[in-house]
């Protein structure tokens, strides 16, 4: 698979990460076979959080892959903390207690990622820049990153973080593609013209930060996929004949998407079905066209001024 370095490190990943939020669906044979099936296509960087299945996704994953020290040093670990029940948290005590528990539950001694999950409005940075700094120092995490965050909350964390914040997962897919649309109607007056998260994609590329899409084949907020989907027929139509251009499937084309941007996006997918995990693989190999890629965001509805 294709690779990336994350952010401004020389921490090189696959262009798709496999995101671990369902492995509790799975039995252990069925995990087992999962986790190996993403190594033997490169895909060795899974996403976790500790919100995930209450920490047992974590527990699962680290049996399904029979975590040892050599299997460690052949996979790429990102985890994410600071949800809570009721609240968010990204005080310096929760955020090292979390860690040590996410090192616990996936049997390692290290991090290569940890992002803060949800932006804490109650967020002290002088109190994360101390986590970070402790949590670094120890070798328990190597790199840092956030998750949902829009730039000024990116800026006011690195004016006292030292380390560099190397990716922001957000949500985005071919149907929610508000922060690509913003830019496109720059002073135009319609609904895709409201600049609802600071111009967060420019600034992360301008700031050398991997945006890492999740929910890549959702619409609204967890509603449904769009492939497939009756209520996206054109955008369907279209995907299926630029997929049987390329002799691969929708889910291929949708990943491919997100991938034709320069931005040199992660994208982050959560399916379990073994079939569905390969054809996202596949995305790395297939380089749309600049027509290909606009007709799929005109198909979803999105408008050009």
């Known amino acids: ?59 699962i994953f680290a049996d399904a892959i029979h975590m040892n020290s050599d299997v460690r040093e052949q996979i790429i670990l990102q985890s994410k903390c600071g949800i809570r029940q009721g609240m968010f948290d990204f005080s310096k005590e929760h955020i090292l207690n979390s860690v040590d528990g996410i090192l616990k539950r996936l049997k390692t001694d290290y991090l290569d990622v940890l992002l803060l999950h949800r932006p804490d409005a109650l967020v002290e940075p002088e109190e994360v820049a101390e986590a970070f700094e402790q949590l670094e120092s120890s070798g328990k995490v190597r790199h840092f990153g956030v998750s949902n965050q829009n730039p000024m909350q990116i800026q006011l964390l690195k004016k006292f973080v030292k380390q560099p914040i190397v990716a922001n997962q ?17 002073n135009m007056e319609n609904e895709s013209a409201v600049n609802r998260d600071g111009s967060v994609l420019d600034f992360c590329r301008l700031n050398d930060i991997t945006v890492q899409p999740w929910s890549p084949f959702q619409y609204g907020f967890f509603e449904g996929v769009f492939l497939g ?37 992660q994208p982050v997918i959560g399916t379990m079905n073994l ?8 995305a790395s190999d297939v380089t749309l066209t600049r027509e290909e890629w606009y007709e799929i965001y005109r198909a979803a509805g999105n408008i050009l001024p």
């Open 1 to 59: 698979m294709k690779t990336i370095k994350l952010g401004s490190s020389s921490l090189e990943v696959p262009v798709v990460a496999v995101g671990c939020m369902r492995i509790n669906s799975l039995d252990k044979n069925e995990a087992e076979r999962f986790v190996q099936t993403a190594l033997e296509q490169g895909a060795n960087f899974f996403d976790h959080a500790d919100i995930y299945g209450g920490g047992t996704c974590e527990e």
């Open 275 to 282: 079939e569905r995990l390969q054809d996202c693989i596949k």
């Open 229 to 265: 989907n009756d209520k996206f027929p054109e955008l369907n139509k279209k995907i299926d004949e630029i997929a049987g251009k390329y002799g691969v499937t929708n889910t291929t084309i949708a990943i491919a998407w997100l991938l034709r941007h320069p931005a040199n996006m």
């Open 170 to 186: 957000l949500q985005l897919s071919i149907t929610n593609a508000t922060m690509i649309s913003a830019g496109i109607n720059v």
